[in-house]
């Protein structure tokens, strides 16, 4: 298993290409967060997961959501539970230190080791989410107006930050961070992806599937192109299936794993009915 030192190489289940594992390594140098961007599908989410391994540290997941505050990551003050407690008199509600509850960055801060800390889709927040953590992410404390103190990390968590690009992220936030845009694998690297999945895969029923799985990407017009997950899960069906590499180049067998919108399935029927060279059948 990689450790810091060694910096990081991908894991086992998680292939990553060069400048991927060069950019990672950047960013821990550096001791800056790490902005993702990229195709759905591309592994920006599971990046963090394979570095956790791969470096052997605790993972700290905040999947941030439209309703999220940059506060809901640094401690949450329970003051619900406060009041129950003052209400039925069964515990001592002097000592508010009780009610405040770490959120996923403050959890990371306290940690007696260095840990990764995935902020998941940060693009989903509201404008100014990124701009409010900027000085804890700069400063790497907070402060708990509750209690008067200062939350200050014992050591600098390794933070990947994933964006799906719904809202641009503000130049200040950007300014402060490495950036890295993942780029969808080609047939070549896509073949070591799958074999990671499944290595004990054909490998004419591979290279048919990834052939044909390119091939319905590169249909215009897709409102949603298909990813690897998908080409993982198409390729499982095909083997459960017990459907042959003969048989993909006929036809798409179970489609419905592959393209995930009704317009998407339409417009790729229609462009296979007029393809003279692939005789394409309906199957879900």
Known sequence: MANAAQGYKGSEDYIASKPLMEIVNV???????LVIKGEPGTGKTLLAHSISRALNKKLYIWNVKSSTKAKDGLYVYDTVQRLNDARFKDKDITDIRHYIKMGKLGQAFKSDVQVVLLIDEIDKADVEFPNDLLNELDEMTFHVPE????????HRPIVIITSNSEKELPDAFLRRCIFHYIE????????RIVKVH???IEAKLMKEAIKRFYWIREVDGLRKKPSTSELIDWIKALTLGGISADKISAEI????TILKNE???DRFVKMSQ???SFGFKRRF
Do not use: C, I, N, R
């Open 27 to 33: 960013s821990v140098a550096l001791a800056k967060p």
């Open 147 to 154: 209690l008067d103190e200062e939350v200050v990390a014992k």
């Open 184 to 191: 969808f694998p080609d047939e070549e690297m896509m073949e």
């Open 198 to 200: 499944y290595p004990d």
């Open 253 to 256: 067998p179970f489609l419905g």
């Open 263 to 265: 317009l998407d399935t």
């Open 274 to 276: 007029g393809h003279g």
